[in-house]
């Protein structure tokens, strides 16, 4: 059974571009959520989306956003991307056990 | 509210010699716990679930965890480390409610000793 599939891997982005992330849950995962992850902040979590629909949001302003679509695939993105913005972005689903099924994350450098 | 706190940012043994990651956590009802581990460049893997059904929980790998209410604990051990064990651990408390948020500890970095 394939995994949960990032991509890209790595990306480098500069301040004020937008970047596109993608993530493939496990085949029959309906809920598919997005967590930053830095040094000086840890893991956060960003949304949450089951069957299309945003159940859960973070703290993260509204330059952050996401959307499901009908075959569970999720993309989140970033908009005027900030220094700050470096990350690995992490994609996680789950069939609702509570057990998180992560990727391995795209990681975002921004310069 | 929902809250964990793993209360070591580093640890370091030596290999061979036992394990002990510590996660507090709180919580106003009985929680779902979970212990991920992390290595460098990779996502979260599970490592073990604490659900209610036994307190001892064991995992992946050697890892087991015990869920002590009377501590509000739930403290990852292993009787022997390995190099391969050298990784970030992360507790995890989720949510019952759907309206809240999945909570994740500040991770533990295990540092292996040759």
């Known amino acids: 059974k394939a995994g949960v599939t990032q991509t890209p891997r790595y990306l480098i982005k500069t301040r004020g571009q937008q970047v596109t992330l993608s993530c493939s849950p496990i085949s029959g995962h309906r809920s598919v959520s997005w967590y930053q992850q830095t040094p000086g902040q840890g893991l956060q979590f960003l949304f949450e989306y089951f069957s299309e629909t945003q159940r859960n949001k973070g703290n993260f302003p509204g330059r952050f956003s996401g959307r499901q679509f009908s075959n569970s695939r999720s993309e989140m993105n970033v908009s005027t991307l900030e220094l700050g913005d470096s990350a690995l972005y992490l994609c996680?689903?789950?069939?609702?056990?509570?057990?998180?099924?992560f990727g391995e994350g795209s990681r975002l450098t921004v310069l | 509210a929902q809250s964990v706190t793993q209360l070591d940012s580093h640890v370091s043994v030596s290999e061979g010699t036992p394990v002990l990651l510590r996660c507090n956590y709180s919580s106003s009802y009985s929680p779902s716990l979970f212990w991920y581990v992390q290595h460098p460049n990779k996502g979260l893997q599970l490592l073990l679930k604490y659900t209610s059904a036994a307190t001892l929980v064991k995992g992946i790998n050697g890892f087991e965890a015990e869920f002590k209410k009377s501590e509000t604990s739930f403290h990852l051990t292993k009787p022997s480390a390995h190099m391969s064990d050298a990784a970030e651990y992360f507790c995890?408390?989720?949510?019952?409610?759907?309206?809240?948020?999945?909570?994740f500890g500040k991770g533990t970095r295990l540092h292996i000793l040759p």
């Open positions: 996680a689903s789950t069939r609702g056990t509570g057990e998180l099924f």
């Open positions: 995890v408390v989720t949510p019952l409610n759907r309206d809240d948020k999945i909570i």
